[in-house]
């Protein structure tokens, strides 16, 4: 295994959740981590917990360097910028983490497909699978101009197994399909390409959610079987410092089987297994 110092990443949607554990773990590694959100310090969105600059600031605690820049990535402009800021800071990308997602935008009661506003589709594919197709659309240029770049997508998936609410296996599923689609376009320029599922993660808003914080959340029964975000983050961490990775490009892996590969435990101490549903 090699370490990251002197790679560079961009980890999309990272001001919070898996976005912000990803970047942490990927700059603990020693990398360079640009992180975008939409969320600044006193511009939070909707008032969620965490921002970007937060991430960087962490990032910078584990031993990286983290750089914040907003972005709102259904904005083309946007993320063509973030780009361009790459390649004049840095001259190179050696790993995109494509994890920007709006799902949480619009917050419904669970229904049936045909009792749930159209506007969920914004939320989850404009704000989500668009967002990240665009990310790829403008990074993948300069990814290219170097040897062993990885792009992995965030996603929720178990085997194909139905997910429960129709958009976002919808949209998640796409996600797959696009790192899929996008592994057998880039094998040629040796960049491995694939889709990577978290389980269950105690992430802010969940723990808001389940009115529990980081100390106590065993309090609660539903989170027993719950990991935190950096868990998949040294799962992608340890993908990104793979020799071999370009073996495993085009597939969909869970945290939890990665982490039995690669040898890594939660951040206390847990090995959690893969999700089922």
């Given at each position: 295994?090699?370490?990251?110092?002197?790679?560079?990443?961009?980890?999309?949607?990272?001001?919070?959740?898996?976005?912000?554990?990803?970047?942490?773990?990927?700059?603990?590694?020693?990398?360079?981590?640009?992180?975008?959100?939409?969320?600044m310090k006193g511009n939070s969105t909707q008032n969620f917990p965490g921002t970007i600059d937060d991430t960087a600031a962490q990032i910078d605690e584990a031993g990286g360097k983290g750089i914040a820049v907003r972005c709102d990535h259904t904005i083309d402009a946007e993320t063509e910028a973030v780009i361009r800021?790459?390649?004049?800071?840095?001259?190179?990308?050696?790993?995109?983490?494509?994890?920007?997602?709006?799902?949480?935008?619009?917050?419904?009661?669970?229904?049936?497909?045909?009792?749930?506003?159209?506007?969920?589709?914004?939320?989850?594919?404009?704000?989500?699978?668009?967002?990240?197709?665009?990310?790829?659309?403008?990074?993948?240029?300069?990814?290219?101009?170097?040897?062993?770049?990885?792009?992995?997508?965030?996603?929720?998936?178990?085997?194909?197994?139905?997910?429960?609410?129709?958009?976002?296996?919808?949209?998640?599923?796409?996600?797959?399909?696009?790192?899929?689609?996008?592994?057998?376009?880039?094998?040629?320029?040796?960049?491995?390409?694939?889709?990577?599922?978290?389980?269950?993660?105690?992430?802010?808003?969940?723990?808001?959610?389940?009115?529990?914080?980081?100390?106590?959340?065993?309090?609660?029964?539903?989170?027993?079987?719950?990991?935190?975000?950096?868990?998949?983050?040294?799962?992608?961490?340890?993908?990104?410092?793979?020799?071999?990775?370009?073996?495993?490009?085009?597939?969909?892996?869970?945290?939890?089987?990665?982490?039995?590969?690669?040898?890594?435990?939660?951040?206390?101490?847990?090995?959690?297994?893969?999700?089922?549903?």
């Open positions: 295994m090699k370490s990251l110092t002197g790679k560079v990443a961009l980890v999309t949607g990272g001001s919070r959740g898996a976005g912000r554990g990803i970047a942490v773990e990927l700059g603990r590694a020693g990398a360079t981590v640009y992180v975008t959100g939409r969320s800021q790459i390649r004049e800071e840095q001259g190179k990308l050696d790993i995109l983490i494509n994890n920007v997602w709006g799902g949480h935008d619009l917050i419904v009661n669970p229904g049936a497909f045909w009792e749930l506003p159209l506007e969920i589709w914004d939320t989850m594919f404009t704000a989500g699978v668009r967002a990240q197709l665009a990310t790829n659309h403008f990074a993948i240029p300069l990814l290219r101009e170097n040897e062993g770049a990885l792009i992995i997508h965030t996603t929720f998936w178990d085997e194909g197994n139905y997910t429960g609410q129709f958009y976002y296996d919808l949209a998640k599923n796409a996600l797959v399909r696009m790192a899929y689609g996008l592994s057998e376009e880039l094998k040629g320029d040796g960049i491995a390409v694939m889709a990577v599922s978290p389980g269950f993660m105690r992430t802010e808003l969940v723990l808001e959610h389940m009115g529990v914080n980081e100390e106590n959340w065993q309090e609660s029964e539903d989170l027993k079987k719950s990991e935190t975000p950096y868990y998949v983050g040294r799962a992608i961490t340890a993908l990104a410092m793979d020799p071999g990775v370009m073996e495993k490009t085009g597939q969909a892996l869970k945290a939890g089987d990665l982490a039995k590969e690669y040898d890594f435990t939660d951040v206390d101490g847990r090995y959690i297994p893969p999700f089922t549903l």
